[in-house]
């Protein structure tokens, strides 16, 4: 199994600001993906974060708003760009070394006022 | 990936058995079912997978049918720890291009009764 942490676990901030997620995997992982998860809803996948290479995002989801980075195989961040209170959400790392297993991190609870 | 319908939420009584449905009808040959849970303010756990066999963990059992169209996840023991949102999810095992991400439905609430 793997354990994924997150910085910071929750934070408030200003509109038009960013913020940056850090996802820390305690072993080495094939993928890595970042979602978000709005009030009372399911979780929509942002983006696969690809190690060395730029990620892959889905539909929806920009670079320019989202910048992910993966340096290695154990971390990634997520930033939020210019943020607005539409952003305000849980984001959500999650790591897998196959294909049926994924690990999930506890969250960022970002509030954007 | 197929689509899953499940209902929107149940209520299971302390210590019984807790069976969560999901209809999948659409599956395809080479699609797994997985299930995985939700626990307040927390992230997703995985519980169990199967491509058309019974399984069983130390987590649950997962039951699917002999033409693959649904599946049940069955909680033997229901605590109320077990208090969560359970998503059904179907997809290949092995899609291609290394890409193992998850798509979420609006999956069970599930919520133990002491």
């Known amino acids: 199994s793997a354990v994924i942490s997150q910085k910071p676990s929750r934070d408030i901030c200003q509109r038009g600001t960013s913020l940056t997620i850090q996802c820390q995997v305690d072993?080495?992982?094939?993928?890595m993906f970042w979602y978000r998860q709005q009030p009372g809803q399911s979780l929509t996948l942002i983006a696969t974060?690809?190690?060395?290479?730029?990620?892959?995002?889905e539909s929806g989801f920009v670079i320019d708003k989202f910048p992910i980075s993966r340096p290695n195989l154990t971390f990634s961040t997520l930033t939020v760009s210019n943020m607005s209170p539409e952003d305000s959400s849980i984001y959500l790392c999650?790591?897998?070394?196959?294909?049926?297993?994924?690990?999930f991190g506890p969250g960022t609870r970002l509030t954007v006022t | 990936d197929a689509k899953t319908t499940q209902p929107p939420s149940m209520d299971c009584a302390e210590g019984r058995a807790a069976n969560l449905p999901c209809n999948h009808s659409?599956?395809?040959?080479?699609?797994?079912v997985y299930w995985y849970r939700q626990i307040h303010s927390q992230g997703p756990q995985y519980i169990i997978h199967?491509?058309?066999n019974n399984e069983t963990n130390e987590m649950a059992s997962l039951i699917i049918t002999e033409d693959r169209k649904s599946s049940t996840l069955i909680l033997p023991h229901a605590t109320l720890r077990d208090t969560a949102v359970y998503y059904c999810?179907?997809?290949?095992?092995?899609?291609?291009?290394?890409?193992?991400?998850?798509?979420f439905g609006k999956g069970t609430k599930l919520s133990v009764i002491p």
């Open positions: 999650s790591a897998g070394a196959r294909a049926y297993e994924q690990y």
């Open positions: 072993s080495q992982v094939t993928m």
């Open positions: 974060a690809n190690q060395g290479s730029e990620a892959t995002y």
């Open positions: 659409t599956i395809s040959g080479n699609e797994y």
């Open positions: 199967g491509l058309k």
């Open positions: 999810i179907v997809r290949v095992a092995h899609p291609g291009a290394g890409s193992y991400q998850l798509t």
